[in-house]
């Protein structure tokens, strides 16, 4: 079940002074353990000055039966039992962190080598890739798309115009310009949770500044997904170490993920990013939370602490990414036979009844 983290603060700058405090506080217990997580913000109030946005998500709205009990859904996308495409407008914004000792940690570093640069060719943009799950070719699309497809493969192996790709107006994401952040002493440090150097940054520090950041973009609307990434960081809360979160301040939805470029850490590469948008895509948590006899809908967390986190290596562009497998409806309560080959995930884990944990 996915781990629900309440913000301690609402962002913006008149609540700043009490995050800090809160910060420190929680700083304060840093380090005592690494854990390798990803959390979830539960939906909050929209940002001042944006309570009426004049556009949304794309968005389609579902129901499965279990035990005699109804559960509706809603996802991002277009239903597939229409046989039409999503493109959903995607701003990936790098965020660089300075920590007090000076230390710098920048997704940009490196080029079109480094993190920033990897993530926008990867499989999670680019729609070279043919995923074939067992025998079965569910598409030559991005990653998210192929899980989602097959996800419904029982509607949309007979709508080949069913897809939900991430991108923009010509189907190219948007990199928007950095944010750079000196962290206070109070809320970041340097670590080695997994043996190798990172930034430990708080996740209510950091939260209040990317949630600050979409207040003051412009370009920024809810009918889009801005991603902030960040390299070799992870963020904390009562402990080290959390790979991504994604969440939503009234109707915009976002995400964050971290790009790990030590070779078996957790959140290697984008893996962390293949966890959240994944369930950002099934989870939305606008207009509200989705509930299942498994609690929110959440379809990365019951994979995670599988073998190398879950992950399973794609090679594209002469770089291996790894890729987090995902959960089908099925492993919620929805119907067996709706997914590809009946399967309980993308990869065929071995799951043999609802709300079980891989390990």
Not at 25 to 48: C, S, W, Y
Not at 132 to 158: C, E, H, K, L, P
Not at 170 to 181: G, N, R, W
Not at 219 to 230: D, L, Q, R, V
Request: aromatic share 12%; with cysteine; proline share 8%.
């Amino acid at each position: 079940m996915k781990t629900r983290f309440a913000r301690l603060c609402q962002p913006m700058a008149l609540t700043l002074a009490v995050c800090f405090g809160l910060s420190a506080f929680a700083m304060a217990q840093e380090n005592e353990h690494a854990t390798p997580r990803f959390v979830v913000i539960p939906p909050k109030p929209a940002l001042p000055g944006h309570e009426t946005p004049s556009n949304s998500l794309q968005e389609w709205n579902g129901s499965f039966t279990y035990n005699n009990t109804q559960y509706n859904y809603v996802m991002v996308g277009a239903d597939p039992s229409t046989n039409t495409g999503a493109l959903i407008t995607t701003w990936l914004i790098p965020v660089k962190i300075i920590l007090s000792d000076g230390s710098t940690w920048d997704p940009l570093a490196g080029g079109p080598l480094g993190p920033l640069g990897r993530t926008v060719v990867s499989p999670m943009f680019d729609s070279s890739t043919t995923y074939t799950q067992g025998g079965v070719d569910v598409g030559t699309t991005q990653y998210n798309d192929a899980f989602q497809r097959a996800n419904f493969w029982s509607i949309v192996q007979n709508n080949p115009n069913s897809h939900l790709l991430l991108g923009g107006p010509t189907t190219h994401i948007s990199v928007l310009p950095e944010l750079v952040l000196n962290v206070p002493a109070g809320d970041g440090s340097q670590g080695r949770p997994f043996g190798n150097p990172v930034a430990e940054v708080n996740i209510n520090y950091f939260d209040t500044q990317i949630s600050n950041y979409m207040a003051q973009n412009n370009i920024i609307n809810p009918s889009g997904i801005p991603i902030f990434e960040t390299a070799n960081t992870y963020l904390t809360s009562n402990g080290c170490c959390i790979g991504g979160y994604h969440s939503a301040n009234g109707a915009q939805t976002y995400s964050h993920f971290t790009y790990i470029t030590y070779v078996g850490n957790f959140s290697q590469d984008v893996s962390a990013l293949s966890h959240e948008i994944g369930e950002w895509t099934d989870d939305p948590l606008y207009p509200h939370e989705n509930t299942t006899p498994c609690g929110i809908l959440e379809v990365g967390d019951p994979l995670e602490t599988t073998n190398n986190f879950g992950t399973y290596p794609y090679m594209l562009h002469s770089f291996t990414y790894h890729l987090q497998d995902l959960v089908f409806l099925r492993y919620f309560g929805g119907p067996a036979n709706g997914s590809v080959n009946s399967w309980w995930s993308f990869q065929n884990y071995p799951f043999t009844t609802i709300c079980q944990h891989g390990s």
